[in-house]
């Protein structure tokens, strides 16, 4: 009886001493993205200022020093309205000069042919001689011309006070005042610019490695006031030539339907145009890797409708890269790739899916 508890309390005992069966291993998750493809899309953004499309640069046709100055930035003025006047006394004084020296010519002239015309009626009796006939011709037309020349100084020098006056050119607002009373001036030197409201543009500049991309693009913009009011643009004009300090291009794009801008305004332009030629897919940079050395990704196979699946490397093809993402083709549409933990996959391993994952590229699949 004592031999038979022995061999119960012994088999006991090995039971109790004999190791548990190691649990199975957790699936490894893994945070994937449904692959789709579409015309990519590349999208820049500049930053730019509503201008007139016509702006004109006033200035005084004379030189002096400003001693008015009535209009300032923002102002609306008419044709015709005064911008500035300059000090004219100078100008007064010479016109004045000018009309003296005409009295004195016009005078000299008047004499010289009231001569002339005394002598050829002494002619017909011979108290004169054709010498002095000829003399007194010539005394005529010299004066005459001189007569016609001060008569022209005069009506130049009315002119210069004239221009005394600056006026606007134009209908619009005062966009630049850059005279102020007591600033002495050259002749043609810029005073102030207006701008024509009716026609409103957005002015941005454009590097040099968007030069050639930059007419074939859509373009949108809003302002910094209105950021909510978004509006499509057309490309006017995109100057040839680069800006010597910045090597920038200037770009004037319009709106697509005529709007009132404010001229001055901050605006923020979109330009949007095609990436590449054929349909490409766009997954972060993260699910790159390598394979005999071509980039490839980590696509997850799934094993039905299990939350799981396996692993394989499929070779991609790279067509670009953007800041945090890649454009690439090879897998086919709605393939799960793995987007972080590269570096921890390896052929075959069975990974778990999240469920919205396994949502995702069933709506793929089905289209």
């Known amino acids: 009886m004592k031999t038979t508890h022995a061999v119960v309390l012994s088999a006991l005992v090995t039971l109790g001493c004999a190791p548990d069966k190691p649990p199975a291993e957790a699936l490894r998750m893994v945070r994937t993205v449904a692959l789709t493809y579409d015309k990519a899309r590349e999208a820049n953004r500049y930053f730019g200022t509503v201008r007139a499309r016509y702006e004109v640069d006033q200035a005084f046709r004379v030189g002096g020093k400003i001693a008015q100055r009535k209009v300032d930035v923002g102002d609306s003025v008419r044709e015709g309205d005064v911008l500035a006047v300059l000090d004219d006394v100078d100008y007064r004084l010479a016109e004045e000069a000018a009309r003296q020296q005409l009295i004195a010519s016009t005078?000299?002239?008047?004499?010289?042919?009231?001569?002339?015309?005394?002598?050829?009626?002494?002619?017909?009796?011979?108290?004169?001689?054709?010498?002095?006939?000829?003399?007194?011709?010539?005394?005529?037309?010299?004066?005459?011309?001189?007569?016609?020349?001060?008569?022209?100084?005069?009506?130049?020098?009315?002119?210069?006070?004239?221009?005394?006056?600056?006026?606007?050119?134009?209908?619009?607002?005062v966009t630049v005042a850059r005279a102020e009373v007591g600033q002495v001036v050259a002749e043609g030197q810029p005073a102030v610019?207006?701008?024509?409201?009716?026609?409103?543009?957005?002015?941005?500049?454009?590097?040099?490695?968007?030069?050639?991309?930059?007419?074939?693009?859509?373009?949108?913009?809003?302002?910094?006031?209105?950021?909510?009011?978004?509006?499509?643009?057309?490309?006017?004009?995109?100057?040839?030539?680069?800006?010597?300090?910045?090597?920038?291009?200037?770009?004037?794009?319009?709106?697509?339907?005529?709007?009132?801008?404010?001229?001055?305004?901050?605006?923020?332009?979109?330009?949007?145009?095609?990436?590449?030629?054929?349909?490409?897919?766009?997954?972060?940079?993260?699910?790159?890797?390598?394979?005999?050395?071509?980039p490839a990704v980590w696509v997850v196979r799934r094993a039905g409708t299990e939350p799981a699946g396996t692993v394989d490397l499929v070779q991609v093809s790279v067509h670009a890269y953007r800041n945090d993402e890649v454009l690439l083709s090879g897998p086919p549409a709605g393939a799960l790739i793995v987007t972080a933990g590269v570096q921890k996959m390896a052929p075959g391993l069975r990974v778990a899916l999240p469920k919205s994952a396994q949502r995702e590229a069933g709506r793929q699949a089905a289209r």
């Open 107 to 173: 005078a000299q002239a008047r004499q010289a042919e009231s001569d002339r015309k005394r002598l050829e009626a002494l002619k017909v009796d011979g108290s004169v001689s054709e010498a002095d006939e000829e003399q007194a011709q010539t005394r005529a037309q010299q004066t005459r011309a001189a007569a016609e020349a001060d008569q022209r100084k005069l009506e130049l020098a009315r002119n210069k006070l004239k221009y005394t006056v600056l006026r606007a050119s134009r209908t619009g607002v």
């Open 193 to 294: 610019s207006i701008a024509t409201q009716g026609e409103p543009e957005i002015v941005v500049d454009v590097p040099e490695d968007h030069f050639a991309s930059f007419k074939d693009a859509q373009y949108k913009a809003w302002l910094a006031t209105a950021p909510g009011e978004i509006f499509e643009l057309s490309l006017r004009e995109l100057s040839l030539q680069a800006a010597a300090q910045t090597r920038t291009y200037r770009a004037r794009l319009k709106p697509l339907t005529p709007r009132p801008l404010p001229l001055g305004q901050t605006a923020t332009v979109v330009v949007e145009r095609s990436a590449a030629d054929t349909a490409v897919g766009v997954v972060p940079a993260s699910a790159i890797t390598q394979a005999k050395g071509q």
